[in-house]
């Protein structure tokens, strides 16, 4: 007999449309095998298995810990042992101390700005930054309001609505951002709804799904709207360092202009760490309590975290301090000498599918546009000519007929987007040029081949003459 569990304490949510891909790919590939198909990756936001080879970092570890243990007082047979002790045993809430200081050095170096080791928190990736705000203003039991991008991430959405009393107001994007004075609007309709509002959640750069980075003046007016609305902003950034940009064109991340009202959170993922999910959420804002305290979002985010995570993993964060260290482990200046290694591969693949998709769709600019993104993984194409609708059943046809895995975008709206339009995202799909199986010149040939069978999928599904 099954447990009763009383609703709303426990409710199914739906699976979010990236983690279903995830999910299927597997079988979408033995599917492909056995029909003598081969499958054309577009959908997949992962990090590339050329950029995320972890061989030179785990050996870049080995050093590391074995140049700090070197340097310890001790017997020097017991050096290594001991070090290798406490990075296998229980440690602070906040993770070790060093790892942190490096941190903040190296990314206040890049992006311009003061980075306070004491206001960092680590995270299980940006993911467990996400849930973790999120959980700072579930625990009151009160009505709570997201502000989001229309589109917006999916795992914020699935994590955020896991709390029944959430809802989300939305605000559509343009090629700049989200329109600032729609957002003021839906900050005072959802406190006239009777909600608080919790928090602006974004990606500003490399926006997942968007395909757009926010610019400069867009960002100001943001942080204006925020700052005179008493909104605290939370900054998404698993696309800082993959950038497009020459380094003089990049805009300064939202944290780096007001340190004060934003918390950030950065992930070791896209620069090249996936699966050790080293997160960093640096949180020197600060927030009035209802009880009439001013607490800095660190020490919430601190208590948070020793209530769910309570021991980070110290090897984790140790090696990603050796990350952080040359190859002689002198503490690097910047990330950005790595992140051009990795930049590299995805701006090669980036102009593959402009180019490809200039090639076989460019003739048609009433009916087809994409974005032209300056950071991250994603483009958004859209169908113009309101002949093709973007629902599960056409990309299902993509990848039977095609070989070619896509992800739709209705999926990324939360759902007061689509209270407004039913039809919201249904026109447009988020194509990922991230990803492929093979490295090198394999690589190459396998996102040339995925873009060029989307090209002329898209062309016969619309009864256009085919392209060469």
């Known amino acids: 007999m099954p447990f009763a569990i009383p609703a709303p304490t426990l409710r199914a949510q739906p699976v979010s449309v990236t983690r279903q891909m995830a999910a299927a790919l597997a079988r979408l590939e033995a599917e492909a095998r056995a029909k003598g198909q081969v499958l054309h990756h577009l959908g997949a936001g992962y990090p590339h298995p050329e950029v995320s080879d972890p061989s030179l970092w785990i050996a870049q570890k080995r050093g590391y810990f074995q140049h700090?243990?070197?340097?310890?007082?001790?017997?020097?047979?017991?050096?290594?042992?001991?070090?290798?002790?406490?990075?296998y045993n229980y440690t602070d809430t906040l993770g070790p101390p060093?790892?942190?200081?490096?941190?903040?050095?190296?990314?206040?170096?890049?992006?311009?700005?003061?980075?306070?080791?004491?206001?960092?928190?680590?995270?299980?990736?940006?993911?467990?930054?996400?849930?973790?705000?999120?959980?700072?203003?579930?625990?009151?039991?009160?009505?709570?309001?997201?502000?989001?991008?229309?589109?917006?991430?999916?795992?914020?959405?699935?994590?955020?609505?896991?709390?029944?009393?959430?809802?989300f107001y939305s605000v559509p994007l343009d090629g700049q951002g989200p329109d600032p004075a729609l957002m003021a609007q839906q900050i005072d309709r959802a406190r006239a709804d009777g909600k608080t509002v919790a928090f602006y959640y974004t990606v500003t750069d490399g926006h997942n799904p968007g395909g757009i980075s926010f610019s400069l003046a867009r960002r100001q007016a943001i942080l204006e709207v925020c700052r005179e609305k008493g909104v605290l902003v939370v900054e998404d950034a698993p696309y800082t360092y993959i950038s497009y940009e020459r380094p003089e064109d990049r805009p300064a991340p939202l944290v780096a202009l007001a340190p004060d009202q934003v918390v950030h959170l950065f992930t070791a993922s896209k620069i090249g760490l996936p699966g050790p999910r080293v997160g960093m959420a640096i949180a020197a804002a600060r927030v009035a309590l209802a009880d009439g305290r001013v607490l800095p979002v660190r020490d919430l985010l601190v208590s948070e975290s020793a209530g769910s995570v309570l021991f980070h993993n110290p090897e984790a964060l140790r090696a990603f301090e050796a990350y952080l260290t040359d190859a002689r482990f002198a503490p690097r200046d910047s990330l950005w000498p790595i992140a051009a290694a990795k930049n590299a591969v995805y701006s090669e693949n980036r102009r593959i599918l402009l180019a490809g998709l200039t090639h076989f769709l460019g003739d048609r600019p009433e009916l087809f546009g994409w974005t032209e993104p300056g950071a991250g993984f994603f483009s958004v194409f859209t169908f113009k000519g309101g002949g093709i609708r973007t629902d599960t059943a056409f990309i299902e046809r993509l990848i039977e007929e095609h070989g070619v895995v896509v992800i739709p975008m209705f999926g990324f709206y939360s759902a007061d987007a689509r209270a407004r339009d039913p039809g919201v995202g249904l026109d447009q799909i988020r194509l990922s040029f991230c990803y492929s199986p093979s490295i090198g010149a394999a690589r190459v040939r396998e996102i040339t081949a995925a873009v060029e069978a989307f090209g002329r999928a898209v062309r016969s599904l619309c009864g256009l003459p085919r392209v060469d």
């Open 68 to 87: 700090v243990a070197e340097v310890q007082e001790g017997a020097p047979e017991r050096r290594l042992p001991r070090l290798m002790s406490a990075l």
């Open 98 to 167: 060093s790892a942190r200081a490096a941190f903040a050095r190296v990314y206040g170096h890049d992006f311009g700005f003061y980075v306070d080791s004491d206001a960092c928190v680590p995270t299980i990736g940006a993911t467990g930054g996400i849930s973790m705000m999120c959980a700072l203003y579930e625990h009151a039991g009160e009505p709570i309001a997201y502000l989001v991008d229309a589109p917006t991430y999916t795992g914020f959405l699935s994590r955020a609505q896991l709390y029944h009393k959430a809802s």
